[in-house]
């Protein structure tokens, strides 16, 4: 077997681990084409590579959200790795790792908390076939300077971005990540809301995305949408983004809100089925109250948003029930598996034009919303 090919036990155990070697991080540091990695040599405002080579680290001390709360990952409306980009990850792992390719890039704090800016896809491969040591470029704050958390989070999020490599398998920043990404640079104060808030967005996306992922037409259409949507930027928003912290302050403005008898569950429509999971073990645990799954739809891109708005919909209700129909066969013996305190609810408002901002546009028993005078 060439030598930039690493071997691993196919049955490894937590008592019999994978590892990778200091010999390992050796070849690939000779090996590795730096070009197909350029977050290695970008220089960052406030952090900066802790070693040229990688570092041997425990995978269990690297925190893992797959992109849902991590605020490395936050702004991917994807979140978790898409399940074809998975595979073709672990069929390119058949005949061992290629030592020359990528490895994962962390991110470590004042605390010594250890966090993905990139490698999430490949943390499920190393989970599921038992490494205990793995290779990782890490990242700190820069030795020596002061750096305010408001700034540290901004940088973070655009490394997340921007980190991913040039030819591995990893997903590519969508038309609604870049959306999601400047939204939050305005809503969170990072760019200006004046005359010049164009301007600003086009350098932001020109030093992030370096000329990669989006033509010039799509990257013109990504700025006219977060400009027209931001609300930082316009009093009238036809088209709202919804992301966890966004989902949150719509629910508690709207009086959705827990109380004594009602639990509420929000999710993005892409969690349908993690959502669901979660939300059958609340259902069991307060079995004296009801527990209501919502959804948003992320960012809905500016050309035909309303189509985006009902296929994710769709989508969130289909995984649901394409689920439970499934775990009915072979898990539940043909009966249902739904507690009777759980209901999907319903989905988050996001379009003026055809939704009442202040009310939940309800479910119906076949996944359609109801009429806005039924909620």
């Known amino acids: 077997m060439s030598n930039n090919i690493k071997s691993f036990k196919r049955n490894a155990t937590k008592e ?5 070697t200091e010999d390992d991080v050796d070849y690939h540091y000779k090996g590795m084409n730096r070009l197909d990695y350029p977050i290695l040599d970008r220089k960052f405002k406030t952090v900066e590579l802790q070693h040229p080579k990688p570092e041997l680290v425990l995978l269990a001390t690297i925190g893992n959200s797959l992109g849902v709360d991590h605020p490395n990952q936050e702004h991917r409306q994807g979140g978790s790795v898409a399940v074809s980009k998975y595979n073709k990850l672990e069929r390119s792992f058949d005949i061992g790792i290629n ?3 990528p490895c994962p890039v962390v991110f470590e704090d004042d605390k010594g908390k250890l966090s993905y800016i990139t490698g999430h896809t490949r943390h499920r491969f190393y989970t599921k076939n038992n ?5 990782v470029y890490k990242y700190k704050t820069i030795k020596d300077l002061v750096v305010d958390s408001k700034t540290l989070e901004f940088e973070l999020l655009q490394m997340g971005q921007a980190s991913q490599d040039y030819e591995y398998y990893s997903n590519d ?4 990540d870049a959306e999601q990404f400047g939204l939050k640079a305005f809503s969170r104060g990072h760019l200006p809301s004046d005359d010049n808030a164009g301007v600003a967005l086009r350098k932001l996306y020109d030093e992030t995305y370096c000329g990669k992922y989006f033509t010039p037409k799509e990257l013109t259409q990504i700025i006219h949408s977060v400009i027209s ?4 930027l316009s009093n009238t928003i036809e088209r709202r983004p919804m992301w966890s912290e966004t989902a949150d302050e719509w629910m508690i403005q709207n009086d959705y809100v827990d109380t004594d008898s009602v639990l ?5 429509h892409d969690f349908a089925i993690k959502t669901y999971a979660a939300a059958v073990n609340l259902a069991q645990e307060n079995p004296d109250k009801k527990v209501r799954i919502v959804f948003h739809a992320g960012v809905l891109d ?3 948003p309303e189509t ?3 296929n994710r919909r769709k989508k969130a209700w289909n995984d649901i029930k394409t689920f439970l129909n499934s775990m009915q066969m072979v898990v539940f013996n043909n009966r249902p598996q739904k507690p009777l305190n759980l209901e999907i609810y319903g989905m988050i408002p996001q379009l003026g034009s055809v939704h009442n901002f202040q009310r939940m546009n309800r479910f119906d028993k076949n996944g359609n919303f109801k009429k806005q005078l039924d909620t």
């Open 229 to 232: 949507e931001a609300p930082t």
């Open 264 to 268: 509420f569950v929000v999710s993005g």
């Open 99 to 101: 030592l020359n390719k």
């Open 16 to 20: 019999n681990p994978n590892n990778f």
């Open 308 to 310: 985006m708005y009902n």
């Open 131 to 135: 490494f205990e040591w793995i290779m």
């Open 302 to 304: 500016g050309r035909d």
């Open 173 to 176: 920043p969508s038309i609604q």
